[in-house]
C-alpha cells in the first residue's frame, strides 16, 4: 500500500517562472486503450540481469525526418500533393472535389514514426495526450503495456521513445509514468535504463518542467537512489511521485483526458484506504456536471467571470454576446500584431502571468495585451477558455458524429463537416466557433512565416473544442484533430450559416 503523503515531491519543482508551450499530435494506437493490452502477471520488478544490448541497423525514419527538416520545399504536404498519391489518412487522392482540394494534405512526422515501429506503436506504451492547463505537452508511458521483454526489441522501444519525444522537447512538456503493472517478465534490464538516461541528452531534459511516477514502490524510490549519481540536481528537482490517481488533479493536469489504463485504475481503488474514499474517487473518473474537463466549475460565479462558466452565463452578462472580451481581446491582438509569430500556440509564457490575468478577467478588469507584449500568453489564455468552458463547443452531442467523421470517405468529410456545424451546432456555439476558427484560417493562411498550419492548429486547438463525457479514449484524439484540421483548411466551405 502506497503511504505518506498523497502526492510527494523528491524534492517538488520550484515555481521558477519558466514557460508553458505545446506541440504537436500524436497518432492514436488502435489497442492502447483496451485492457487485453494490459500485460499482466504480478511479480517482481527490476534487477541488475536482463536483456544484452543488442545493436540494431539505423532506422530509415530517421532519414526521413531529416530529409523532411531540410528539404521542406520537398515536402509531402507540399500543396501540389498529386492526385494518386496516398493521404496521411490511408485515402488514395483521386480528383477529390476539385473546388475543396483533399482534406488533408500534410503528412504528420508521427505517421511516419509510426509507421516505422508499428509493432511498438500498436502497444500504446507511449503517448501523447494532449497539454495540461499550463500548454505543456503531457506525455504518458505505461508499464502494464509492456509485453514479456522476449517479445520486445528494447533498442527499437528505445528509438521510438527518441523519435517520439523529439518532435515536442523544444517546448515545455510533462512525463506521467504509471508504473504499476511493471513485473519481472516484462521489465528492462538495469544496463537498458542506464543506457537510455544517457541517450536523453540536455534537449531532452531542459524543457521536461515535471516527471510524475504514479503508484511508486519501494524499489523503484530505492533505484532513484541507484542512479543518482548519474542524476542532475535539476533534473532531481523535477521528480514528483504520485501516490493516488486524485493527486494528478493538483499537478495542473486535466485529469479527463488521461486514458489511465483499467489495470492501473483498478489497482487504485484497491489501495485506498478506506472503503468511502474509494467509492468517492471512482465517481471523479467520469466527468459530471461539477466539472469542467477536469477542473472544478466556478461556484457563485460573478457576473464578470469568463473561465469556468458556461456560455449561457457568457451570453447573460455580455450583451447578449458570447463573444466575450477574453476571446475578443486576444483574437484582436493576435491578429494585428502576431500573425508572424514563429510557433504561435506552441510557445511559452509565466504560469503566474496567466493566472493573473485570468484572475483580472474574471474580476471584470480590462487587460491591454499590447502592454503586456507577449503573444503567447494572448495564445495561451484562448486555449484556456475554450477548454475550460463548461462544455466543449462542439458539443458532447456531436462527439459521436466528429469521431465518425474520420473513417469517412474523403470526398464526403467536408460536406459532413458541414452538416454538423452549419447545420446541427446550437446557434450560440456556432457564432463562437465561428468567431475561433476564422482568425485560425488567417494564422495557417501565414504558416509560412509562423509555421502554423492547418495540421499543427488542430493538433493544438481540437482537445479544446470537444471531449468526451466519460474518461478519455485514446483512440479518439487523431480522429478529433483531424475534424479540427478540417473546419481550419475548408472554413469557407463549412461555415455558411
Known sequence: MASGPAAQSVPAEDNDGSEIGDDCEFDGAEAAGQEGGDFAEPELEFDESGLELTENEAIPVEDQLYFMANNPEDDPS??????????????????????????????????????????????????????????????????????????????????????????????????????????????????????????????????????????????????????????????????????????????????????????????????????????????????????????????????????????????????????????????????????????????????????????????GEYVDFRDLGNPHLAAVLLKTFLRELAEPLLTFELYEAVIENHALPAKTKVSHARSLISQQLPDDNYDLLNYVAQFLSEVADNSTRNKMTALNLGIVFGPSLIWSRQQASLTVMKPINCFTQLLILHYNHIFVR
Open 78 to 363: 507540399d500543396e501540389n500533393l498529386g492526385a494518386g498519391r496516398i493521404t496521411p489518412e490511408g485515402y488514395i487522392d483521386e480528383d477529390f472535389e476539385d473546388t475543396l482540394g483533399s482534406p488533408a494534405t500534410e503528412v504528420n512526422t508521427q505517421d511516419l514514426v509510426d509507421t516505422e515501429f508499428k509493432e511498438i506503436s500498436r502497444l500504446g506504451i507511449i503517448q501523447v495526450v494532449g497539454d495540461d492547463r499550463l500548454g505543456r505537452k503531457v506525455i504518458i508511458f505505461s508499464a502494464c503495456r509492456l509485453p514479456p521483454a522476449e517479445n520486445l526489441d528494447h533498442q527499437r522501444l528505445l528509438k521510438y521513445i527518441i523519435n517520439t519525444l523529439s518532435q515536442y522537447v523544444e517546448n515545455d512538456y510533462v512525463l506521467v509514468y504509471f508504473h504499476h503493472g511493471l513485473n519481472s517478465k516484462n521489465k528492462p534490464s538495469f544496463a537498458w535504463l542506464k543506457q537510455a538516461y544517457s541517450e536523453f541528452d540536455r534537449k531532452y531534459k531542459k524543457n521536461l518542467k515535471a516527471f510524475l511516477i504514479v503508484h511508486p514502490t519501494k524499489l523503484i524510490k530505492a533505484l532513484y537512489f541507484l542512479f543518482k549519481p548519474f542524476i542532475s540536481v535539476k533534473f532531481g528537482r523535477k521528480l514528483t511521485y504520485v501516490n493516488y490517481l486524485a493527486d494528478l488533479k493538483s499537478q495542473n493536469l486535466y485529469f479527463d483526458q488521461l486514458p489511465i489504463p483499467q489495470r492501473v485504475r483498478e489497482y487504485d481503488d484497491s489501495i485506498q484506504p478506506a472503503s468511502g474514499n474509494r467509492a468517492a474517487l471512482t465517481s471523479q473518473y467520469s466527468r459530471s456536471e461539477d466539472f469542467a474537463y477536469g477542473q472544478q466549475l466556478v461556484a457563485n460565479p460573478l457576473p464578470a467571470t469568463q473561465f469556468g462558466v458556461s456560455l449561457q452565463h457568457i451570453k447573460h452578462y455580455n450583451g447578449g454576446s458570447v463573444i466575450c472580451p477574453v476571446v475578443e481581446h486576444t483574437i484582436k491582438y493576435l491578429r494585428e500584431c502576431c500573425l508572424d509569430v514563429e510557433g504561435l500556440f506552441r510557445r511559452s509564457c509565466s504560469v503566474a502571468q496567466v493566472q493573473d490575468v485570468q484572475e483580472k478577467y474574471n474580476r
